[in-house]
């Protein structure tokens, strides 16, 4: 069981990038995923989490209105769209998920049992 983070790179102020997060070893149908951010010297935050069930979307608070996160089923990949990013945005971004199915979003890193290796981004004012 693997996920993959992909799409992280540097990006102006204002500007946009997509993150993937892709599964091999199992489907993601019954999985909520999140995504979660580390940027030096700061703990892991949760970013946002998408639900398996019916697909409703968890943000935090600093990301919303900027951030969204959807879902491809049948490429078994979730996406993190980010629009207006800033320099507080600079981080090592993680997709997760719970380590069994069908358990519901988490604010936690405790609450997930698999995770992605982890793609940068760089936000330059």
């Known amino acids: 069981v693997q996920l993959q983070a992909s799409g992280g790179g540097l990006v102006q102020s204002g500007g946009s990038l997509r993150l993937s997060c892709g599964a091999s070893g199992f489907t993601l149908d019954y999985y909520a995923i999140g995504w979660f951010r580390q940027a030096p010297g700061k703990e892991r935050e949760m970013v946002s989490c998408i639900a398996w069930s019916d697909g409703t979307a968890y943000y935090a608070d600093s990301v919303k209105g900027r951030f969204a996160i959807s879902r491809d089923n049948a490429k078994n990949t979730v996406y993190l769209q980010m629009n207006s990013l800033k320099p507080e945005d600079t981080a090592v971004y993680y997709c997760?998920?719970?380590?069994?199915?069908?358990?519901?979003?988490?604010?936690?890193?405790?609450?997930?049992?698999?995770w992605g290796q982890g793609t940068l981004v760089t936000v330059s004012s």
């Open positions: 997760a998920a719970p380590s069994r199915a069908k358990k519901a979003c988490s604010w936690y890193d405790y609450g997930y049992g698999y």
